[in-house]
């Protein structure tokens, strides 16, 4: 083979950074987010539309509350069982979901994402 | 093959494509194999076809490398060469190198040969072409952006330059549309770049006569499977969300070998990964295999500078 050893060494360093995400899991343990619930979310078993659309999409009903407020002023959100929500994040959503560090950041962490919520809102103090 | 049929064979290629896996997890809801079996299949032949691609040319002999470079070969020291583009040494040619790889010089130089009339007279011109190297440049950077950002999939812990790139690549923070509910997750510039990037790279080959003569089913089919999985990735993203915290423990447990599939993850995904799958399976087939030429091009890049004739060193001629 002509150039042998360099080609060889391409090729181990090209295939060993696609493997990379084999070598960097083996060590951590991985663990899948474990998002809790306060009791009072517990107690009231229905979020505000069903949890499969609660997990996938919340951040643009957050997103669609917000610019319905700031932009024209409509407080209230009809689900889709027709309940009545009042669009806050702070009154109504950790009303039940009081426990950021054990609630949002579970997931919010695991898929390294950072939401801006906190830039204006206030987090709410946790009771440690 | 006409043009025409390969278009339409490329696209009946990719609809199929995107079909087994709607079908096979939508309806059959055959969520192992889509998101255990095939995916370690595909990334074994990619591996493995990569080594044996590349073991393959390192084995074939090159008995008379003819350096086809652009510059003037060095001969007498009194002739001025051009040490970067035909480089006499190994520091050149990892200067030539990394010019090539890291900004695609070769296609900066391209020109487009047009006929024209001029005052009624036939004119041969080449004229100045930078959108192919343009849209290449912009297609691979995003397209690397992307495959590192979704490290964020692949890792956990998740590195902190996936963070940067991620912070980089949505500082516009801007929604996909204008429109309510569509104002987050923020948008990616890579997402954009690299689907108007394919698509120009698609198109050229459709509208310039030249190009249109040359491709093949084989130039069109890895472009449109590319953009059906940014087209995939970017509906899933934006439009019809998958549960991705449920994608990544599916992907984590791949790469720890201890596959799981959760129950609830949206059928869009499956078909992503299914595109996936299929392009790095038919990689090392492919054209696409290019990412693996730059080490065995001897006329472009000559790793080790051989005498143009071998008779010339007898006749102490200049090599």
Not at chain 2, 65 to 91: H, L
Not at chain 2, 255 to 279: A, E, R, S, T, Y
Not at chain 2, 289 to 311: D, I, N, V
Request: charged share 15%; glycine share 6%.
């Amino acid at each position: 083979m002509y150039d042998g050893g360099k080609i060889i060494i391409g090729l181990i360093i090209g295939i060993g950074l696609f493997l990379s995400p084999f070598f960097y899991n083996a060590g951590s343990s991985a663990k899948p987010p474990d998002p809790q619930l306060t009791k009072k979310a517990k107690e009231a078993k229905v979020c505000v539309e069903p949890t499969r659309y609660m997990r996938e999409s919340h951040f643009t009903m957050l997103d669609e509350w917000r610019h319905t407020v700031v932009r024209e002023g409509e407080r209230y959100y009809k689900a889709a069982d027709g309940k009545i929500y009042y669009k806050s994040l702070q009154v109504t959503c950790m009303n039940c979901h009081s426990d950021k560090t054990k609630f949002c950041d579970q997931c919010h962490n695991y898929m390294d994402v950072s939401p801006y919520c906190w830039d204006c809102h206030i987090a709410p103090e946790e009771k440690k | 093959m006409n043009f025409v049929l390969s278009l339409v064979f490329s696209s009946l290629a990719v609809l199929v494509v995107v079909l087994i896996p709607w079908i096979g997890v939508g309806a059959l809801d055959l969520t192992t194999l889509f998101g255990v079996v095939i995916p370690y299949a595909a990334l074994a032949t990619f591996i493995v076809g990569i080594i044996v691609r590349v073991l393959n040319w390192g084995r074939s002999p090159v008995p008379y490398r003819i350096p086809t470079t652009a510059g003037q070969m060095w001969s007498f020291p009194w002739i001025k060469s051009n040490p970067i583009d035909n480089p006499k040494g190994a520091g050149g040619v990892v200067v030539r190198m990394l010019f090539e790889v890291l900004t695609f010089r070769s296609l900066f130089r391209n020109t487009r040969l047009e006929y024209r009339r001029v005052e009624g007279v036939p004119r041969i011109n080449y004229e100045w072409e930078k959108w192919l190297w343009l849209a290449a440049i912009l297609f691979h950077y995003s397209f690397l952006v992307i495959f590192l950002r979704h490290f964020r999939f692949f890792m956990d812990p998740v590195p902190g330059f996936v963070t940067l790139l991620q912070n980089l690549d949505g500082f516009m923070q801007m929604g996909a549309a204008p429109f309510n509910g569509f104002g987050l997750p923020g948008v990616y510039i890579t997402d954009m770049l690299l689907m108007a990037a394919a698509t120009w790279l698609l198109l050229r080959r459709i509208l310039y006569s030249q190009l249109r003569y040359l491709s093949l089913p084989a130039d069109y089919f890895p472009l449109m499977l590319i953009l059906s999985l940014g087209f995939s990735g970017m509906l899933m993203r934006y439009l019809f969300r998958v549960d991705i915290v449920k994608v990544k423990e599916l992907v984590i447990g791949l790469f720890k070998f201890h596959p799981v599939v959760p129950d609830g993850i949206g059928v869009l995904f499956f078909i992503h990964l299914f595109i996936l799958c299929v392009l790095i399976a038919y990689f090392p087939f492919s054209k696409l295999m290019h990412l693996g030429w730059h080490l065995f091009k001897p006329h472009k890049e000559p790793l080790q500078q051989q005498p143009l004739c071998p008779a010339c060193e007898s006749l102490e001629l200049p090599r």
